[in-house]
């Protein structure tokens, strides 16, 4: 049998010790690469949180804003309404007009009155939001010459008086009128449903717009959106 040499023992004997040590400089970079995998999953998580966020203020920029859960039966009593020339807030008549506050309520939490352009404004008469183009029930009261001083004047047809048109309830539209002088007759042609508490130097800011032969707005003046409020 032959001998085995001393080197070859020596060898033999430093394959069987243990694992040789890891070096500073790999443990650095396996710390790096975790803290970078780590720092990775952190900002896709963020990404995907803020995106289902936007996503669900999208949703939301649609409606108009209100200040809880609206209930049958429990109708906020006040709306503001912003537009670029500043804010109107508006007392709704829920007890007076509950069937029409509540029609109006419904369409806020559509985003119907969000965007929409005052169609028509008449000094010292009414602005008018929504609708056709044609003027309808205004241009008919001008048209007719209508003397204001010859009409008994209602309390509700005051100037900066809150009304619609009288839809028919199959309409899908709804319109916005806000007297901006007293209108005696108005009750023929509008359901008065609320009253301008605050603001009232933005509709006669409004008012004054330049308008063509047909009461149009030569410039863009309307909604950006509406706050349904239960209290002031």
Not at 152 to 169: H, I, Q, W, Y
């Amino acid at each position: 049998m032959a001998r085995i040499k001393p080197q070859a023992l020596l060898l033999q004997s430093k394959k069987k010790k243990g694992p040789t040590r890891i070096s500073i400089a790999t443990i650095v970079m396996c710390n790096l690469i975790i803290a970078l995998v780590a720092l990775s999953l952190v900002a896709t998580y963020r990404y995907w949180f803020r995106r289902s966020l936007d996503q669900s203020g999208s949703e939301l920029s649609n409606r108009e804003d209100f200040d809880g859960f609206v209930k049958k039966g429990d109708l906020p009593g006040y709306a503001i309404l912003n537009t670029p020339k500043g804010p109107i807030t508006v007392e709704l008549f829920k007890d007076g007009s509950p069937e029409v506050v509540d029609r109006f309520i419904d369409f806020c939490q559509k985003g119907h009155f969000k965007g929409m352009s005052f169609s028509h404004v008449i000094k010292h008469y009414i602005i008018k939001g929504g609708g056709s183009q044609g003027l309808g029930a205004a241009e008919d009261w001008i048209s007719k010459g209508k003397l204001r001083s010859q009409l008994v004047t209602s309390p509700k047809n005051e100037a900066f008086m809150l009304g619609t048109t009288k839809a028919r309830p199959d309409n899908k539209e709804f319109e916005l009128v806000i007297t901006t002088a007293p209108i005696p007759d108005l009750n023929d042609k509008l359901i008065v449903f609320g009253r301008v508490i605050k603001g009232e130097e933005v509709v006669q800011e409004i008012e004054e717009v330049d308008t063509d032969e047909h009461y149009r707005p030569k410039s863009s003046v309307g909604i950006t959106g509406v706050i349904l409020k239960h209290e002031i």
